[in-house]
């Protein structure tokens, strides 16, 4: 039978602690329920005591079904009793059945960020954790600087853990604070504890200060502990705490270790990045290993070619274990397996005759080396394919338009600086000529567009632009530079697209990009 490893999640504390990130009561609680419904085993809510957020959000805790939600804090300060301290009051008034202390165990911050004698630390540590068993309280203690201190002075370091485990920890928890031990030596120093201590007793708090922070933790329940810290997303303190969205899955995919989580609820790992994600207000990372957009999203042809024949061949597990979806882009890397397979998906029938095919690939590849990207402008590509197939319609055609800016003093002395935009449009045989303003170039050249062609396309009326980037890719050439337009689109109905345009001119570039919105909603949704 696989062995039970358990999981325990810090984003509400350590996550709290990431530059940038601040959450808010309702944030905690929405994370909590999510993280308790995929099955985690120990929630970290915060730490009462230290500010009004964690207060209020502990006053009033989620009721979570499975995960036991835990509170943290630091052991009793130095001189003062435990009965006495206000910090450890708070943790017990909190409620949490669990508490989490974090405490020395590396001499040089007994002696440099304490300043007190290191028998003190050790007593601090048990008379903390013992107070806490007292009380009903399941206690973790967290061995600050853990790995640090044991390389100094491993007789003090384990000292300090026998302190905790005497007292009545359940769990000590080994903790490369500084995050600049690398797996070798976790490895290493987690056999020679297991040696003292019961791995089942022990757990593994890494940081990702070298990039480790999930080899670390992997390497130390290899080598015994039987307990995981770790953040969703990587969030924590500098370069944030293992990712636990990465460690779940290696452990019980790779490592075949149990985590209390049926495989199939595997499935929910993206969905849980990208709630943090949107709480945080954050686009997700898109190439977050397992449920990164890009983790499964195949370009060069020949990987595609051969992911047409078996995923296998470039993916390390199928994507929807974890919820997530395999993705053929289209580039410059492209063969004809990535457009066949990319006009699959995007529901386009694709000609019996392979010149056409071969005819789309080139053109995608000549676009893409004037600046185009159809990586991540399906809907350009698709009305690519789909002209060169004979499928869109002439809509429209845009005879010509003129865009005027002026910067002046307005009648109350105030600096403005003014858009305006004509536009000539051919619809069959109507012409049509408008003119509208606008806060900028680009926003008066769409509003024209859209007075010329909602009269006759209604359907457009509800369609906003969401999303409008612009990349120089020629930087070398100054103010000449090539630019590239990124327009994304919305409808009411929530469908949204991306288009593309590039020119060296950035009303051009951006009217390239406007004129697929619209030709793209037209063939989406009619007139
Ligand atoms: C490794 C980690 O990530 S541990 C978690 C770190 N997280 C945080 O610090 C976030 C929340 N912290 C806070 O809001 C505040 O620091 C508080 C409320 C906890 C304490 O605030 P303050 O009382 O103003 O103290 P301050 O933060 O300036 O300094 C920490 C004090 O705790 C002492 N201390 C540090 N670790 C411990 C410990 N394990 N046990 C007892 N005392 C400790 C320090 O020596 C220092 O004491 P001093 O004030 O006598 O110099
Ligand atoms: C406890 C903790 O967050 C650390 O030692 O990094």
Not at 86 to 102: E, F, I, M, W
Not at 110 to 133: Q, Y
Not at 169 to 185: I, K, Q
Not at 285 to 312: C, N, Q
């Amino acid at each position: 039978m696989a062995e039970r490893v358990y999981l325990f999640d810090t984003t509400l504390r350590d996550g709290a602690q990431t530059s940038g990130v601040d959450f808010s009561v309702a944030d905690k609680r929405a994370m909590a329920i999510a993280l308790d419904k995929l099955g985690i085993d120990y929630v970290e809510g915060g730490w009462p005591g230290a500010n009004p957020t964690d207060d209020a959000f502990f006053g009033d805790a989620p009721t979570l079904k499975r995960a036991k939600f835990t509170a943290f804090g630091m052991t009793r300060r130095p001189g003062r009793s435990v009965g006495n301290d206000p910090g450890l009051a708070a943790l017990v008034n909190s409620g949490a059945p669990v508490v989490t202390l974090v405490g020395k165990s590396w001499d040089f911050h007994v002696d440099v960020a304490l300043n007190i004698p290191r028998e003190e630390n050790i007593a601090m540590i048990g008379d903390s954790i013992a107070h806490l068993v007292s009380l009903g309280r399941e206690a973790i203690y967290d061995a600050e600087h853990f790995f640090d201190g044991y390389k100094a002075n491993p007789a003090y370091a384990l000292a300090c853990l026998k302190a905790a485990q005497d007292a009545g920890a359940r769990w000590t928890v080994l903790c490369d604070t500084n995050g600049g031990t690398l797996p070798h030596e976790v490895a290493r120093i987690v056999r020679e504890v297991t040696a003292h201590f019961p791995g089942e007793t022990l757990g593994i708090h890494a940081h990702n200060d070298t990039e480790n922070a999930v080899a670390n933790s992997l390497a130390a329940v290899e080598a015994g502990v039987r307990q995981v810290q770790g953040t969703i997303n990587g969030l924590g303190e500098r370069c944030g705490n293992a990712n636990l969205i990465s460690v779940i899955p290696s452990l019980m995919l790779k490592m075949g270790f149990d985590t209390g989580l049926p495989v199939e609820d595997l499935r929910h790992l993206t969905g849980l990045s990208h709630l943090l994600d949107e709480r945080l207000n954050r686009a997700p990372f898109k190439h977050a290993a397992y449920v990164g957009a890009s983790a499964f999203a195949h370009k060069g042809g020949l990987h595609v070619s051969a992911v047409e024949k078996d995923p296998r061949t470039y993916e390390h597990i199928p994507p929807e274990t974890v919820g997530n979806r395999r993705r053929i882009l289209v580039s410059d890397q492209a063969g004809r397996s990535n457009v066949i397979s990319r006009c699959r998906d995007l529901g386009i029938e694709v000609p019996p005759e392979t010149s056409k095919i071969d005819a789309l690939v080139d053109l995608v590849k000549s676009r893409e080396f004037d600046g185009y990207s159809y990586d991540g402008a399906d809907a350009s590509f698709e009305l690519l394919a789909r002209r060169l197939f004979g499928e869109v319609p002439d809509y429209f055609t845009v005879t010509s338009f003129r865009v005027l800016d002026e910067r002046r003093w307005n009648a109350l002395g105030k600096l403005v600086t003014l858009s305006e935009a004509t536009i000539r449009v051919t619809v069959g045989d109507k012409q049509e000529m408008t003119v509208a303003d606008g806060n900028g170039p680009v926003n008066a050249l769409d509003a024209a567009l859209r007075k010329a062609l909602i009269p006759l396309y209604p359907s457009l009326d509800d369609i906003h632009l969401t999303d409008y980037k612009v990349r120089i890719l020629s930087p070398q050439d100054g103010t000449k530079a090539v630019t590239r337009v990124m327009i994304e689109s919305q409808k009411a109905n929530g469908e949204r697209w991306t288009t593309v345009g590039v020119s060296p001119n950035i009303i051009d570039a951006s009217f390239n990009a406007l004129h697929d919105v619209i030709c793209f909603a037209l063939l989406k949704f009619g007139g």
